[in-house]
């Protein structure tokens, strides 16, 4: 009976905590793979993915890694597989990286990449074997999984992210047997309704940098309480209120990109805008420029004074949407009422 229980104690316990290598051989008629998992009762698991050379034997190649996360295919592992940015990913991957003819290795070594995603070291293919290289691995590393290739352009490309807001998509050529970034695009929508678009290229000595603001007035929280186009430049002058609870204002020019907002930082319980009810008339204040919305029955604009002059955008009342009065419907954290 203590023979038994033993028995069962040693099946248990190998069979929770088993250690597994699985051969990988998919992917080339001159190279293997192996990868080795310490306990396969993990999700991540210790372990290392090495390369063999099939004539010879000898291993080329070996990659030790902290945490290994392995998908089976009718309980094989195989190589090449490569769903970005978030699926699966295979711990071996043999394909030209440099464009030159060869093919080189990227070899998990972890989850190192953005949010605990896989992270790999890439060994370029040479006529002298396979050579480390810190720059391939520093985009295999430092972005979102692995990155992607494209043989007709021959260009490189990452993408990693900040929740749900930030993300940014990097191009790279090849030079000199290292990559070289072209081309970096942000999209970042953080300032919540506003949206911050910027692009880098590179011109052939620098990289130049465009950016534009944007404004989702469609966005779900946003009302929009008056709006107008001022005659003289086509700007639009935009009143709305976020969630109920703030006053908001925001110039957008004739290409529909934000010239200025206000408050620059929204906060709560901030007496920004003072509300006149008897001239009907809003009025905010950004250092030393006053700004005063009016929307009377003749007339609707903006004066802005500054310098110790004042500017009259006269807005243009066929373009009117809603009116300043609907500032009162909802009260306002920010929004003092005279």
Not at 109 to 120: I, K, L, V
Request: aromatic residues 14%; contains cysteine.
């Amino acid at each position: 009976m203590k023979l038994l229980a033993t028995t069962l104690l040693v099946l248990l316990f190998n069979f929770t905590f088993a250690q597994v290598t699985f051969k990988v051989n998919n992917f080339s008629k001159d190279y293997y793979g192996k990868i080795f998992i310490a306990d396969t009762s993990e999700v991540f698991s210790k372990g290392w993915v090495a390369i063999y050379d099939t004539k010879s034997q000898k291993q080329i190649i070996k990659v030790t890694a902290e945490e290994l996360a392995l998908s089976l295919h009718d309980g094989k592992a195989l190589a090449n597989i490569k769903q970005l940015p978030y699926g699966e990913q295979s711990s071996i991957m043999y394909e030209d990286y440099n464009f030159d003819g060869i093919k080189d290795f990227a070899i998990e070594d972890g989850q190192n990449s953005c949010y605990h995603g896989p992270s790999f070291k890439i060994y370029l293919g040479t006529k002298n074997g396979f050579k480390f290289s810190p720059e391939f691995t520093a985009l295999a590393q430092n972005y979102c999984g692995m990155f992607q290739v494209d043989y007709k352009t021959k260009k490189i490309s990452v993408m990693t992210k900040s929740g749900c807001c930030w993300h940014q998509f990097s191009e790279f050529i090849v030079e000199n047997n290292k990559p070289k970034v072209v081309k970096i695009v942000e999209e970042d929508q953080m300032g919540y309704p506003y949206n911050n678009y910027s692009e880098e290229n590179w011109d052939g000595k620098k990289m130049v940098l465009t950016s534009k603001r944007t404004i989702n007035l469609d966005e779900d929280g946003i009302k929009t309480i008056l709006s107008f186009t001022v005659d003289k430049n086509q700007k639009r002058v935009v009143l709305f209120n976020i969630n109920d609870r703030t006053l908001n204002y925001v110039l957008i020019d004739k290409n529909d990109e934000v010239e200025f907002s206000y408050p620059i930082n929204t906060v709560y319980q901030n007496p920004d805008f003072t509300l006149d009810k008897k001239n009907n008339t809003v009025t905010f204040q950004n250092k030393d420029v006053v700004y005063t919305i009016y929307d009377n029955n003749d007339s609707i604009g903006i004066t802005i004074n500054t310098g110790g002059k004042t500017y009259n955008w006269i807005g243009n009342s066929t373009t009117k949407k809603g009116k300043l009065t609907d500032i009162t419907t909802t009260q306002l954290d920010n929004v003092v009422v005279n």
